[in-house]
């Protein structure tokens, strides 16, 4: 079975634009999970959805925001980017809800200029 | 609030010698634990959950965790580390009701020949 898939991997922007990051989570997993990570903060967790609603979410700026098509892959948005949004972000997928274990993807390094 | 420490950033370990990885928790319920590996630029792997049960649980790669409810820890153990062990593991908890993990910052593993 195909793992967690990311795209793009690698991307860079300039402060201001926006972007847009995919994941495609493993067949079968109707909820996906994003998470940030940098050096400076570790990782943290950004949001969650299940079957195409925002379960849970975390502690940063309405400039980001996602959403979960039906056949589960979601995409996770980053509008007016910061040089602060430089930053590797992994997509997690799990077969059900509340703890179970969740599968990551090798993530996409955006960096913003 | 629920948290997760690692207590140690670095730990440099010669080939074939044991190694022991600490990680504690803060979480008002039982919680569900595991650890994660990741290698330079990429994504986590997970090496082993507990979510219930025997308390010493085993691993991919030889790795094994016991959690200590009376301690709140969670340490991670191999016997004798191979130089392909060389990365950062983060431990984290989450929590049934809720959709995200919490990690700890990481401790990176430097394997000498």
């Known amino acids: 079975k195909a793992g967690v898939t990311q795209t793009p991997r690698y991307l860079i922007k300039t402060r201001g634009q926006q972007v847009t990051l995919s994941c495609s989570p493993i067949s079968g997993h109707r909820s996906v999970s994003w998470y940030q990570q940098t050096p400076g903060q570790g990782l943290q967790f950004l949001f969650e959805?299940?079957?195409?609603?925002?379960?849970n979410k975390g502690n940063f700026p309405g400039r980001f925001s996602g959403r979960q098509f039906s056949n589960s892959r979601s995409e996770m948005n980053v509008s007016t980017l910061e040089l602060g949004d430089s930053a590797l972000y992994l997509c997690a997928s799990s077969l059900r809800l509340a703890g179970d274990t969740q599968y990551f993807g090798p993530g996409t390094r955006l960096t913003v200029l | 609030a629920q948290s997760v420490t690692q207590p140690d950033i670095h730990i440099t370990v010669s080939e074939g010698a044991s190694l022991e990885l600490r990680c504690n928790y803060s979480?008002?319920?039982?919680?569900?634990l595991f650890w994660y590996v990741q290698s330079p630029g990429q994504g986590l792997q997970l090496l082993l959950k507990y979510f219930s049960g025997d308390t010493l649980v085993q691993g991919i790669k030889g790795f094994e965790a016991e959690f200590k409810r009376s301690q709140s820890s969670f340490n991670l153990r191999k016997p004798s580390v191979h130089w392909s062990d060389a990365a950062e593991y983060f431990c984290a908890v989450g929590a049934s009701g809720t959709y995200k993990y919490i990690f700890g910052t990481g401790t990176r593993l430097k394997v000498l020949a």
């Open positions: 959805y299940f079957s195409e609603t925002q379960r």
């Open positions: 979480y008002g319920a039982t919680p569900y």
